[in-house]
């Protein structure tokens, strides 16, 4: 079974940057894409980016231009680069693999907390 390790989350002010790591504890020879989701409380889970086995990249409107995905395929690691926060990117962020001939994995999310 494999393990995804989320690292990075905290609290910032608004304007501040961090910077997420995921680390899946073994290697993962059928990803499709790698990913990033987000929630918020009292809201469904939502896709904030995900990047594909090929390195195509794809964002949530609300984060297009701040937020940067991308994946070190030696390392099983995917990070999310998040500058320009807002108090409204505060929650739960969550990584996940989903895979071409199995089932998705997923992290136990870290907490990103944006003060105004």
């Known amino acids: 079974q494999v393990q995804l390790v989320e690292s990075g989350g905290g609290l910032v002010q608004a304007g501040g940057s961090l910077r997420l790591s995921c680390a899946a504890s073994?290697?993962?020879?059928?990803?499709?894409?790698m990913g990033w989701y987000r929630q918020a409380p009292g809201k469904q889970r939502e896709l904030v980016a995900t990047i594909t086995r090929g390195g195509n990249t794809n964002y949530a409107d609300s984060v297009k231009g701040r937020f940067t995905i991308s994946r070190d395929s030696a390392k099983n690691t995917v990070y999310l680069q998040m500058n320009s926060l807002k108090p409204e990117d505060t929650a739960v962020y969550y990584c996940?693999?989903?895979?071409?001939?199995?089932?998705?994995?997923w992290g136990l999310g870290t907490q990103v907390t944006v003060s105004s």
């Open positions: 073994r290697s993962i020879i059928d990803i499709k894409t």
């Open positions: 996940n693999v989903d895979r071409l001939w199995g089932n998705e994995y």
